[in-house]
């Protein structure tokens, strides 16, 4: 589940995995469709969240919270950048560093 310029970014690394793997592009996280979600979420054993930006309070917290409201019993991991300093640079070289790249992702799913 992703959203914004990440969804790019998880379907390249899907494209590159010979698995059965889905990605839900989450346009709006305000309001979130969450009977849709819910439908989607009970499909796959484990879900995974990229966000190219703090992993508190974003996508993969809303995600977490429903899948915990509606005791959903499902493995959620968050992808994004922990709460710390983030250094200028390009955002090529920052989505590299922070595994955000279509490769980082890739090895994020494999690993998952």
Known sequence: ISSG???RNCLDAIKRINAKNGLLNISSLKPLNERLLIRI???YR?????????????????????VTKYNLKKQVKIHGINDTYI???????????????SDGIKKIIQNY
């Open 46 to 66: 484990k879900i995974l969240t990229v966000e190219d930006h703090s992993i508190f309070g974003g996508l993969g917290s809303i995600v977490s919270e429903i």
């Open 87 to 101: 250094n200028s640079d390009t955002p090529g070289n920052l989505e590299k560093q922070y595994l955000l790249d």
């Open 5 to 7: 310029p990440m969804v």
């Open 41 to 43: 979420i009970q499909k």
